[in-house]
């Protein structure tokens, strides 16, 4: 069983469309986070949430909103897409919000033309 | 910001031989952690190491922490081309915004 799943792997959309990514985690963590990854490699918190609240929100766009309907789920969406969103998107989780290792899904490549 | 460093940036050897990877960071940490990165997939937790902690080992890795020189190292014995990844440090600031924040990475090819 997958631990941290993400849908879609691979996303191509145009300039100011809208879209969401899904994250789900089986493990019963508690926490949840957004991660974007650019092309250099360099990796980037952008959300945070503990039991469906959210704890850490990045200096990211109000463009990104994102939203945990329950424990297991955090997804992502994203408004007015725009050239530098491409990214990669990672969604990951931990047992809790301190001192503990995370679990990251495969990631979605999204890429905006 | 980004807190950690790796140095090198990349590093290629032929395997059988180790490989070492250096991470150095600015401010007082709770706990450094190291992660692999096969390309096209996701991160995989390797060790976390906390602050009064000197060393650590998992199989074939050995992590070292001198906090008084703010730097960490990763040591694979005995590469394989398995390991073949991208390599990174991760630190959780003390008094930080409970987060994790990675360095660039290291990006490691073994050659058969």
Not at chain 1, 47 to 59: A, D, Q, V, W
Not at chain 1, 84 to 97: I, K, R
């Amino acid at each position: 069983d997958t631990a941290v799943s993400q849908t879609p792997k691979y996303l191509v959309t145009q300039m100011g469309n809208d879209k969401s990514i899904k994250c789900e985690q089986n493990l019963g963590h508690d926490t949840m986070y957004w991660y974007k990854q650019d092309s250099k490699k360099f990796l980037k918190i952008m959300f945070s949430y503990n039991n469906k609240e959210l704890i850490i929100n990045e200096t990211v766009p109000n463009r990104f909103s994102p939203k945990s309907p329950d424990k297991a789920h955090l997804n992502l969406h994203i408004n007015s897409l725009e050239l530098g969103d491409s990214a990669v998107y990672f969604c990951a989780s931990s047992q809790g919000h301190l001192s503990y290792e995370q679990y990251f899904g495969p990631g979605t490549r999204l890429t905006v033309t | 910001s980004q807190q950690g460093e790796e140095d090198p940036q990349a590093l290629s050897i032929q395997e059988g031989e180790n490989a070492t990877m250096n991470c150095s960071y600015k401010t007082s940490i709770n706990n450094l952690q190291w992660y692999r990165q096969n390309s096209g997939r996701g991160l995989v937790h390797l060790i976390l190491i906390r602050s009064n902690e000197r060393e650590k080992h998992s199989g074939r890795l050995r992590v070292t922490l001198d906090t008084s020189k703010k730097s960490s190292s990763l040591l694979i014995t005995a590469s394989r081309a398995a390991d073949t990844a991208s390599y990174f440090c991760a630190t959780e600031e003390v008094g930080g915004a409970q987060k994790l924040v990675f360095g660039q990475g290291t990006r490691l090819t073994i050659n058969p």
